[in-house]
């Protein structure tokens, strides 16, 4: 059984995350079986991008690092708060973690903007939310990232996405990472995705 840690910091966007629930949990239940979610957080409650509240199954603290086989971000909204926990030495001491392991690490829009500001993407490309009236790309190139103008960039074990339109892509492509490609493509039917 694989793990993965979703992150989340305050501020998050729910569907982000949700989707990670989601497309891995429909795995444990209807596909392979072999997946399994932990939602982390740094607070007993989240407040998400539009206040829905979210109670994490786990404070980071509780949680040992090693237990996990990947590592799922969601984004979230600068106006929320999302960049205080994300920036935070406790986000990116986890981030180094999963990176130094190689271990898969999916992100979903300005969530790639944690591992920029932790200094893995240096030399390597990536996407954050690209709207022309968005400042996110210059802020990830100042990591200096590749920027790369697509929806979704796998540079090894990292995955990066472009905005939240991506976000069911990539929690597909994680649950790909982690299982087979013939699993996910049985797990996205059984979703209603073909």
């Given at each position: 059984?694989?793990?993965?840690?979703?992150?989340?910091?305050?501020?998050?966007?729910?569907?982000?995350?949700?989707?990670?629930?989601?497309?891995?949990?429909?795995?444990?239940?209807?596909?392979?079986?072999?997946?399994?979610?932990?939602?982390?957080?740094?607070?007993?409650?989240?407040?998400?991008?539009?206040?829905?509240?979210?109670?994490?199954?786990?404070?980071?603290?509780?949680?040992?690092?090693?237990?996990?086989?990947?590592?799922?971000?969601?984004?979230?909204?600068?106006?929320?708060?999302?960049?205080?926990?994300?920036?935070?030495?406790?986000?990116?001491?986890?981030?180094?973690?999963?990176?130094?392991?190689?271990?898969?690490?999916?992100?979903?829009?300005?969530?790639?903007?944690?591992?920029?500001?932790?200094?893995?993407?240096?030399?390597?490309?990536?996407?954050?939310?690209?709207?022309?009236?968005?400042?996110?790309?210059?802020?990830?190139?100042?990591?200096?990232?590749?920027?790369?103008?697509?929806r979704i960039v796998q540079t090894g074990h990292i995955v990066t996405s472009s905005n939240p339109g991506t976000a069911f892509d990539v929690a597909f492509r994680l649950l790909e990472i982690l299982t087979t490609v013939t699993n996910t493509q049985k797990v996205k039917r059984l979703m209603g995705f073909q």
């Open positions: 059984m694989s793990k993965t840690l979703l992150l989340l910091a305050n501020g998050f966007e729910a569907v982000e995350a949700s989707v990670f629930t989601d497309v891995l949990g429909w795995n444990k239940w209807e596909g392979d079986g072999s997946t399994e979610v932990v939602t982390v957080g740094l607070h007993e409650e989240l407040q998400c991008t539009w206040n829905f509240k979210v109670k994490p199954e786990k404070l980071l603290h509780e949680v040992t690092l090693e237990d996990f086989d990947a590592l799922a971000i969601p984004g979230g909204f600068e106006e929320a708060g999302f960049y205080v926990d994300a920036f935070s030495e406790d986000f990116q001491a986890v981030v180094h973690h999963f990176d130094a392991q190689k271990k898969p690490i999916a992100t979903i829009c300005v969530a790639s903007l944690i591992l920029g500001h932790s200094g893995i993407l240096k030399n390597k490309q990536a996407i954050t939310y690209n709207h022309p009236t968005s400042k996110r790309l210059t802020q990830l190139a100042s990591y200096d990232a590749v920027i790369m103008n697509e």
